[in-house]
């Protein structure tokens, strides 16, 4: 099954700085996204990349997609202490999305 | 905005009880899941629904689980005889089409399962 897996598993930095994170899978995609969970929490849409696409921005996010080393970057730029959070990212099957183990952000002030 | 709402928030039951999780998704979507995540660790799909059937299930979705949709807004997951490792967050989610169109799950808040 496609499986989303990030790195690093946690992260911390000060605020202010940029956040990346990483992500890997092992199938072929239509689109991979990201999602955000803030603790004990649902999980919240961020962004979503489709294969044909290399780049995308979404306020100071901004992803990477490289469909040959089947990889994905999620950059968060000027970090905030509000973006303490685990992100996910997630690939689609035709009934699921597959989520990965998540990287926890901690953003310190 | 619109949002998935699922009731409890928070339910502890005894081993061996059943429990029924219940989901509002949002109106105008077509495709309900459900997924679930033990404390500290990823969030594992469990089964979607769409026209009032099962259109896939993982494995963690075995005989004591069971879906329904029993009316026009409510979707639920009835666990028959719980057992101590089905302690988890458990959140629905709905997608106005299917996924690998490139459309977008949204989750509710999630309703916490402990089972003593």
């Known amino acids: 099954s496609q499986q989303g897996e990030e790195d690093p598993q946690a992260l911390s930095i000060q605020e202010g700085e940029n956040a990346t994170m990483n992500c890997s899978y092992k199938?072929?995609?239509?689109?991979l996204q990201w999602y955000r969970q803030n603790s004990g929490r649902g999980l919240v849409h961020l962004i979503l990349?489709?294969?044909?696409?290399r780049e995308k921005h979404s306020g100071r996010l901004r992803v990477t997609l490289d469909t040959s080393k089947k990889s994905s970057s999620l950059l968060i730029t000027a970090s905030r202490a509000a973006d303490t959070a685990s992100y996910f990212c997630?690939?689609?099957?035709?009934?699921?999305?597959?989520f990965g183990k998540g990287t926890k952000l901690s953003v310190i002030p | 905005e619109p949002e998935v709402t699922q009731t409890p928030s928070h339910q502890v039951t005894q081993m061996g009880q059943e429990v029924i999780l219940r989901c509002v998704p949002i109106?105008?979507?077509?495709?309900f899941y459900w997924y679930r995540q033990i404390l500290g660790q990823k969030v594992e799909f469990l089964v979607s629904?769409?026209?009032?059937?099962?259109?896939?299930k993982s494995e963690i979705f075995d005989d004591q689980f069971s879906v329904e949709r029993p009316d026009g807004s409510n979707f639920t997951l009835k666990i028959r005889s719980t057992k101590l490792e089905d302690s988890a967050m458990y959140f629905c989610?709905?997608?106005?089409?299917?996924?690998?169109?490139?459309?977008?799950?949204?989750f509710g808040e999630g309703s916490w399962l402990t089972v003593v």
């Open positions: 989610a709905s997608s106005e089409t299917a996924l690998f169109s490139g459309n977008t799950i949204y």
């Open positions: 199938t072929s995609i239509n689109n």
């Open positions: 990349i489709r294969s044909n696409e």
């Open positions: 997630a690939t689609p099957t035709y009934y699921q999305l597959t």
């Open positions: 109106s105008n979507h077509l495709y």
């Open positions: 629904f769409y026209n009032n059937e099962i259109s896939e």
